[in-house]
């Protein structure tokens, strides 16, 4: 009985590592070497022997000319147009400043707020500036926005 139990383990092993390798599978699964097909290149002196309808495409549609763009203003509007440009940036940089500084500003409160163990002046005193603080803060995001809305407006159409 024993030396069949290790005959058939024997089949069983040799079956398991007779398994094609993956890329054994994949070259099987192609079918082989691919063999050559002959392609014909059809020539307009092919299409003249032919007998069938022939057919001209439609003519290819012109590309639309670019917008005419208006005349450039005179020298006075654009020299107005870039001190508006300047002023605008200038308004936005200094919105953009002050939100900062009061974002440090409300950042600093919160941290005395938890910093002071009188709960009398934190609550009063701290709890005010810290509301204030925060109002000013919304009006200043606000100045922000428009400023930057105004500079995009005035900003040439080609940047945007």
Same mark, same amino acid.
């Given at each position: 009985?024993?030396?069949?139990? !290790?005959?058939? +383990?024997?089949?069983? %092993?040799?079956?398991?590592?007779?398994? =094609?390798?993956? *890329?054994?599978?994949? #070259?099987? &699964?192609?079918?082989?070497?691919?063999?050559?097909?002959?392609?014909?290149?059809?020539?307009?002196?092919?299409?003249?022997?032919?007998?069938?309808?022939?057919?001209?495409?439609?003519?290819?549609?012109?590309?639309? !000319?670019?917008? +005419?763009?208006?005349? %450039?203003?005179?020298?006075?509007?654009? =020299?107005?147009? *870039?001190?508006?440009? #300047?002023? &605008?940036?200038?308004?936005?940089?200094?919105?953009?400043?002050?939100?900062?500084?009061?974002?440090?500003?409300?950042?600093?409160?919160?941290?005395?707020?938890?910093?002071?163990?009188?709960?009398?002046?934190?609550?009063?005193?701290?709890?005010?500036?810290?509301?204030?603080?925060?109002?000013?803060?919304?009006?200043?995001?606000?100045?922000? #926005?428009? &400023?930057?809305?105004?500079?995009?407006?005035?900003?040439?159409?080609?940047?945007?």
């Amino acid at each position: 009985m024993r030396p069949f139990i !290790a005959i058939a +383990v024997l089949l069983v %092993a040799t079956a398991g590592l007779a398994d =094609d390798s993956p *890329l054994v599978k994949a #070259a099987k &699964a192609s079918g082989g070497p691919k063999k050559k097909t002959t392609k014909k290149v059809i020539t307009n002196a092919d299409l003249e022997k032919s007998s069938g309808k022939k057919a001209t495409p439609p003519p290819a549609a012109k590309p639309a !000319a670019p917008p +005419v763009t208006a005349p %450039a203003g005179s020298i006075a509007e654009q =020299d107005k147009l *870039l001190h508006d440009r #300047a002023a &605008a940036k200038i308004r936005s940089e200094a919105a953009q400043a002050k939100v900062s500084d009061l974002e440090k500003e409300l950042d600093r409160i919160e941290q005395a707020y938890y910093a002071e163990n009188d709960p009398n002046y934190r609550d009063k005193t701290i709890a005010e500036r810290f509301e204030q603080t925060k109002k000013q803060l919304e009006t200043a995001r606000k100045e922000l #926005a428009d &400023a930057r809305d105004a500079l995009e407006k005035l900003k040439p159409a080609a940047t945007r």
